[in-house]
């Protein structure tokens, strides 16, 4: 009885943590909404950028992960460091 009893809280406790999850944080849109003008004009501006700048990182984890060598053997040799 003990058991089903916890499993039945735990399963409430995660219930409302989800329900409140959804319903107090907001999506990135309805944050861009909220911000000025200005800042939304910067965001936009600069959305290209950290868009390549991720493309280039993502670009370079997967030509790392081809590589049988550890994570730090392959970081090291791309950095030409011993």
């Not at 107090?24 to 909404?33: A, R, T, Y």
């Not at 950028?49 to 280039?56: F, N, W």
């Given at each position: ?11 409430g406790?995660?219930g ?67």
């Amino acid at each position: 009885m003990s058991f089903r009893k916890s499993i039945i809280t735990v399963t409430g406790i995660m219930g409302v943590a989800v329900l409140l999850r959804y319903t107090i944080v907001p999506d990135e849109e309805k944050i861009l909404k909220s911000l000025s003008p200005e800042l939304r004009a910067e965001h936009e501006r600069n959305k290209h950028k950290r868009r390549e700048q991720h493309d280039a990182i993502m670009a370079q984890i997967i030509e790392n992960s081809k590589s049988d060598k550890p994570i730090w053997d392959v970081g090291r040799a791309a950095d030409g460091s011993k």
